[in-house]
Antibody
């Protein structure tokens, strides 16, 4: 069973950079054409898709975040990453990483527990 | 404001059936598969339905999905108190730029 775990700072200052890591176990980023996705959820709001990395390390970002967002992957570490800069209070949310249910299906079947990121001075 | 419209809340008694709608357009639901998620407070969303009507392994057949045109529906039969949660639909939207994956605004289910 694939397991995902987010890690990163819980507090980020406005205008600075948010960096998160999703560590994957029980499955490999190298194999299968899975979508590995970042989703965030502001308090009391619906989930918001941030972007994904796909087979071979290609990525696709939410157009509304595009200029601030970088998603990358290190297959040797079986990790993928989110970098958002600069951040504002509107980026305060629980950040999740997830994997699709089947190869080539953009879904989120396996989720990390989520990590709360607060943007505040 | 999501491009996918869901009713804010629905309610039904234990043992009854409920449906949750998700309305979109030809740029999203009308052009791609829909998935549905259940979210209990303080937990990550859980995939219930994908590809409009497919259940992942472990999801009971009390949960069903359908799509017609630019709308999708989640059905839950034999309601249990444990089904009280917020439910979200999701699909790909190609309205802007290179497209993005979108979620509905969510429907809170109350089991009376």
């Amino acid at each position: 069973q694939v397991h995902l775990q987010e890690s990163g700072p819980g507090l980020v200052r406005p205008s600075e950079t948010l960096s998160l890591t999703c560590s994957v176990s029980g499955g490999s980023l190298r194999t299968g054409s899975f979508y590995w996705t970042w989703v965030r959820q502001a308090p009391g709001k619906a989930p918001e898709w941030i972007g994904y990395t796909y087979y071979g390390g290609s990525t696709h970002n939410n157009p509304f975040l595009k200029n601030r967002l970088t998603i990358s992957v290190d297959m040797s570490k079986n990790e993928f990453y989110l970098r958002l800069s600069p951040v504002t209070a509107a980026d305060t949310a629980v950040y999740y990483c997830a994997r699709g249910v089947e190869p080539a299906k953009l879904t989120a079947a396996h989720w990390g527990q989520g990590t709360l990121v607060t943007v505040s001075s | 404001q999501s491009v996918l419209t869901q009713p804010p809340s629905v309610s039904a008694a234990p043992g009854q059936k409920v449906t949750i709608s998700c309305s979109g357009s030809s740029s999203n639901i009308g052009n791609d598969f829909v998935s549905w998620y259940q979210q209990l407070p303080g937990t990550a969303p859980k995939l219930l339905i994908y590809d409009n009507d497919q259940r992942p392994s472990g999801i009971p057949d009390r949960f069903s999905g359908s799509k017609s045109g630019t709308s999708a529906t989640l059905g839950i039969t034999g309601l249990q108190t444990g089904d009280e949660a917020t439910y979200y639909c999701a699909t790909w939207d190609s309205t802007i730029d290179s497209g993005l994956w979108v979620f509905g605004g969510g429907t809170k289910l109350t089991v009376l």
